[in-house]
């Protein structure tokens, strides 16, 4: 018992080394990249614009690379080639100082940075129900590794200045290809699913449910868009020090962190469109009351909401994915997710954002709100259209959602 066990903890570290790698340079690079941008002299019109341009790039680059990992039957290897690549991004972006030196990198990071995540998820999904572990409890230690890497991104920036947010960064960026090599290899495919999908893209796409769900949980994810452009730097500009501002990036992961415990425990109870709901009604709260505050002890509590505008919108996603795809499914499955449903929302938001912002200033963030209502009335029709199993092929059982 001892021996299985121990395998089974081993299997999950190895699960768990590349998400910590990639969310540590997440962390240093959500809570501050703005303020490299800035930095560099990018206004925030320029900066909305960086950001859309960017989530365009990762939508074809995200269907592109999956499609790939699809045809050549497992991800690893693709996952391996883009962290060697994003080393050299790293160091084209360090000689980039005009806007439009920027631009050209930032769009050659979108087709690097974006693929791997919804690859990964989709060996994280596969490779835990198939060892009996825990997604989220998996999941969970890259949001650990993203609470160190924003504190040391504050920290760096507070003491050295916004050129360290790239160092940071860089400190983790090289160790994606090694912690890949973790990952485990392809199965050997069936001689019936050799180099074919088990269903069609198109068929997939034509599903009111799968639509929906891309709705629903890429507006809620897309509702973060002013935070991630502009929250640092509303909060520089209302005086609070940069390493209290990352310990507000890190505070608001370290109660995701707490949600993902009992990830499966709410799953239970709430079902798929329960945890999607969460995160929708908590970011209707969060984003009205962003737009009217700067108090220090009103972030706090604002921050704290992200384990539910986040998490369990994450958590909620990846188990509709589980069950509403077949199982040699789960990469181009991710993909279309990560790509039309956070991607390609997100790209619009994006450069909406930017606009709302230099407009509005802080109350950009009522906008958020929109976003978060509508997408809990995708959400409302996707509660009445799927019966919780298989979008695609036959569900003879309805499942809870």
């Known amino acids: ?8 903890l081993l299997q999950g570290a190895k699960l768990a080394a590349y998400g910590a790698a990639y969310f540590f340079a997440a962390g240093a690079f959500m ?10 002299g990018i206004s925030d019109t320029e900066i909305g614009t960086l950001f859309m341009s960017r989530q365009i790039v990762t939508v074809i680059a995200t269907l592109s690379v999956g499609w790939v990992a699809h045809r050549l039957g497992g991800p690893r290897g693709v996952i391996v080639a883009l962290g060697i690549a994003s080393i050299a991004a790293m160091g084209a972006f360090q000689i980039s ?4 030196a920027i631009f050209v990198v930032t769009m050659l990071w979108g087709f690097l940075w974006s693929p791997p995540m919804p690859l990964y998820d989709g060996v994280l999904v596969t490779e835990t129900k198939k060892h009996g572990l825990d997604y989220a409890r998996v ?6 590794a993203f609470i160190f890497g ?23 960026i090289v160790l994606l290809a090694p912690f890949a090599l973790l990952l485990p290899p392809a199965a050997p495919r069936t001689a019936a699913a050799h180099g074919h999908a088990p269903f069609r893209v198109s068929e997939l796409l034509r599903q009111p449910p799968f639509l929906l769900f891309l709705l629903a949980c890429g507006l ?13 730097l509303t909060w520089r500009g209302a005086g609070i020090p940069d390493v209290t501002i990352s310990a507000l990036w890190a505070e608001s992961v370290a109660i995701e962190i707490v949600l993902m415990l009992f990830g499966g425990w709410l799953l239970a109870r709430l079902g798929v469109c329960g945890l999607i709901a969460l995160g929708l009604t908590a970011g209707l709260v969060r984003w009205t009351a962003m737009a009217f505050t700067t108090e220090l002890w009103a972030l706090v509590l604002l921050q704290a909401l992200h384990s539910c505008t986040f998490a369990a919108c994450h958590l909620g996603a990846m188990a509709f994915l589980q069950r509403a795809l077949p199982t040699h499914g789960a990469a181009i499955g991710q993909s279309l997710y990560y790509a039309l449903g956070t991607g390609a929302t997100q790209a619009v938001v994006y450069q909406f954002s930017g606009i709302l912002y230099s407009d509005y200033g802080q109350r950009a963030f009522l906008g958020m709100t929109v976003v978060s209502a509508l997408g809990m ?18 569900s003879r059982v309805p499942l809870p959602r």
């Open 1 to 8: 018992m001892s021996d299985r066990l121990s395998g089974r």
């Open 31 to 40: 809570s501050y990249w703005p303020v490299w941008l800035r930095d560099r």
């Open 97 to 100: 100082h005009s806007f439009l």
């Open 139 to 144: 999941r969970m230690w890259s949001s650990v």
């Open 150 to 172: 924003t504190f040391l991104a504050g920290i760096a920036v507070d003491r050295y200045g916004p050129p360290w947010v790239l160092y940071v960064g860089l400190a983790s």
């Open 220 to 232: 809620c994810q897309a509702s973060h868009s002013v935070l991630y452009s502009f929250g640092t």
């Open 377 to 394: 009335c995708a959400l409302l029709l996707l509660a009445r259209t799927w019966n919780g199993g298989l979008v695609v092929g036959h």
